[in-house]
Structures are given as C-alpha cells and as structure tokens.
C-alpha cells in the first residue's frame, strides 16, 4: 500500500510540474495544463493511477488549503471597498 501510494503521488507530482511547464510555454495559465493531465491520468483514460481514493483525498485536501490561504490574503477592509 506505501509503495503504491508514493508511486501515485510521485507520478501526480511529475504530470503537475510538466503540465504547468508546458501550458506557460503555450501562453496558458498552469490550470489548464492542470486540468488536462487530471483527465489523463484519471481513470478514464490512462488510468496511471492505481488507488484513485487516496488522489480524491488528497485532492479534497488541497481544496481546503487553497481556500484558507486564500481565506488569508483577504482582509475586511478590501472587501468592504469592492
């Protein structure tokens, strides 16, 4: 189970760093290289990933992330000023 999960984790990794370093050369934002090698390497296609419960997971868990430190660079005077 350890070895799987790094092997899934290491290959999300190495899919994430190139997807981004291909979509800024294209003139793309880092999403859209990050959205299509989600599609890839998903079930539906390739299916690289092997537990895809422990991606969901972590996936949900870097939601949450995302939205504290968003939650962090706001503060109520700028969102009071609109």
Same mark, same amino acid.
């Given at each position: 189970?350890?070895? $799987? ?9 190495? #899919?994430? @760093? =190139?997807? #981004? ?8 934002? $880092?999403?859209?290289?990050? $959205?299509?090698?989600?599609? $890839?390497?998903?079930?539906? #296609? ?13 996936? +949900?868990?870097?939601? =949450?992330?995302?939205? @504290?430190?968003?939650?962090? +660079? ?9």
């Amino acid at each position: 189970m350890g070895n $799987v999960l790094l092997l899934d984790l290491g290959i999300v990794l190495a #899919a994430g @760093f =190139v997807g #981004a370093m291909l979509s800024r050369r294209l003139g793309q934002s $880092v999403i859209v290289g990050y $959205v299509i090698l989600g599609m $890839v390497l998903g079930p539906y #296609a390739f299916d690289l990933i092997r537990n895809p419960n422990v991606i969901t997971m972590l996936g +949900e868990v870097g939601v =949450v992330l995302l939205m @504290f430190f968003l939650g962090l +660079e706001f503060s109520l005077k700028r969102l009071q000023r609109g």
